[in-house]
């Protein structure tokens, strides 16, 4: 079975600092693909990165980078310079790897609610 | 890129009533679609998965005769809520994925609210 964990329910910073975001899983199989993704006040998913396991090139995008750690089975996000945008849920989420045209269920963690104070 | 339209994205209805969300992906076939649940600062949980064609499958604990999903063309999904009362009460949101797999895409989600 697989499960994902996210420590930090909340957590609060002021602008302009950084901040990571710790994402902690469990899986059995060998490939798997692992999500991060931001909910804002509105609800909708807003998806950010989709890494696979084979690759475990930490990513970098604008002020948004991930660091993915087999060893430790972790896909960590930092956020660099927060901004009071970048209030919102955070989700990581990992699904199996698919099997024909049935796609595998996408398992999220708790979330982590960030809050950036200006 | 992947769109999945969810309607609607809003509604209240009486207790004992019937409601119906609909998601629909614009620009693909959905061969697999999933549906959430997601209750006020809590993730999202799971409730079935279904591919076209084939009756859903239900996750542990969902009512299967009380949250009715039909997945009957490759490109429509709907769930209906029967017989709402307040607990079921929450935001509802879709997911599908195509052949291949270029990812999940998710409906915008469907705020229920059952007074």
């Known amino acids: 079975a697989q499960k994902v964990t996210q420590a930090q329910t909340e957590i609060s910073v002021v602008e302009k600092e950084d901040v990571t975001l710790d994402c902690v899983y469990e899986?059995?199989?060998?490939?798997?693909?692992l999500f991060w993704y931001k909910q804002p006040p509105s609800g909708e998913l807003v998806f950010l990165i989709r890494?696979?396991?084979?690759?475990?090139q930490n990513e970098i995008s604008g002020r948004y980078s991930w660091n993915f750690q087999k060893s430790t089975s972790s896909f960590n996000f930092t956020i660099t310079a927060s901004q009071v945008v970048d209030s919102a849920v955070y989700f990581c989420?990992?699904?199996?790897?698919?099997?024909?045209?049935?796609?595998?269920?996408?398992?999220f963690g708790g979330g982590t609610r960030l809050m950036v104070k200006p | 890129g992947a769109v999945v339209s969810q309607h609607p994205s809003w509604v209240i209805c009486k207790s004992g009533t019937s409601v119906k969300i609909e998601c629909r992906s614009l620009?693909?076939?959905?061969?697999?679609m999933f549906w959430y649940r997601q209750f006020p600062k809590q993730s999202l949980m799971l409730m079935a998965t279904?591919?076209?064609?084939?009756?859903?499958?239900?996750e542990q604990g969902v009512e299967k005769d009380k949250f009715l999903i039909n997945h009957a063309s490759l490109t429509l999904s709907t769930l209906t809520v029967t017989s709402a009362h307040p607990e079921d009460s929450s935001f509802y949101i879709c997911?599908?994925?195509?052949?291949?797999?270029?990812?999940?895409?998710f409906g915008s989600g469907t705020r229920l609210t059952v007074v």
């Open positions: 620009d693909f076939q959905a061969t697999t």
């Open positions: 899986t059995r199989d060998t490939t798997y693909y």
């Open positions: 997911s599908a994925v195509g052949q291949g797999f270029f990812g999940y895409t």
């Open positions: 279904s591919n076209e064609g084939s009756k859903a499958t239900y």
């Open positions: 989420a990992l699904s199996e790897a698919f099997v024909g045209n049935a796609g595998n269920m996408l398992t």
């Open positions: 890494r696979n396991s084979f690759d475990e």
